[in-house]
């Protein structure tokens, strides 16, 4: 099956720094999410960009469909920023399951 | 975005007895949905694929005797934990994909404490 990298494993930011975290796979994919896991378990939808980039806020998030790899951006850094961020793949077609990333756990420290 | 609701959010149950977990589209209609379990510090793994009206799909390794699914309408999904025993707690979470843009929403998860 499709394996899923996500670097780096952790991460600890001071508040007001920014940040990249990657997501490589290893075959080709229609679909790709990013997802902010919140300290009670929560998944919150950050991006569903199977290929380009987009901009919400401080976080913005480019795909390169053909190379393989994600990339999320996060400027401006707040401790509410914290918790584990995913990746997650998969094709298109809404009977098609999703493959997680390792996740990136962020600390934002003030 | 669209909406998927689990219930219950936390469970503690005593060994061998079964738990009932639900997971609810509000504000569409899945035909498929997702379980996933997350162990502590770890990524989530799909266990299941759930098909309304018919047989759920699991993945390898995963006791399909054990994690009973049913998914009898458009817009539920139960995943029971049976003869539930201390290795079987974590945290379960559901989801479904939007018909529309095919965006995977998740439910707010389970977390499942056996004693």
């Known amino acids: 099956g499709i394996q899923v990298e996500q670097s780096p494993p952790d991460l600890i930011l001071q508040e007001g720094a920014n940040s990249t975290l990657r997501c490589n796979f290893s075959?080709?994919?229609?679909?790709l999410q990013w997802f902010h896991q919140n300290p009670w378990g929560q998944l919150i939808n950050l991006f569903y960009?199977?290929?380009g980039t987009k901009q919400n806020g401080r976080l913005s998030a480019t795909t390169v469909a053909t190379e393989r790899y994600s990339l999320l951006y996060i400027s401006s850094s707040q401790t509410t920023d914290s918790g584990v961020y995913f990746c997650?793949?998969?094709?298109?077609?809404?009977?098609?399951?999703?493959?997680f990333g390792t996740g990136t756990r962020l600390q934002v420290t003030l | 975005g669209a909406v998927v609701s689990q219930h219950p959010s936390w469970v503690i149950c005593k060994s061998g007895t079964s738990v009932k977990i639900e997971c609810r589209s509000l504000d569409f209609q899945a035909t498929t949905m997702f379980w996933y379990r997350q162990f502590p510090k770890q990524s989530l793994m799909l266990m299941a694929t759930s098909n309304e009206g018919s047989k759920a799909t699991y993945e390898q390794g995963v006791e399909k005797d054990k994690f009973l699914i049913n998914h009898a309408s458009l817009t539920l999904s139960t995943l029971t934990v049976t003869s539930a025993h201390p290795e079987d707690s974590s945290f379960y979470i559901c989801?479904?994909?939007?018909?529309?843009?095919?965006?995977?929403?998740f439910g707010q998860g389970t977390r499942l404490t056996v004693v």
């Open positions: 960009i199977p290929s």
């Open positions: 997650a793949v998969g094709d298109t077609g809404t009977a098609s399951k999703l493959t």
């Open positions: 989801s479904a994909r939007s018909p529309g843009t095919g965006e995977a929403f």
């Open positions: 075959d080709s994919v229609n679909n």
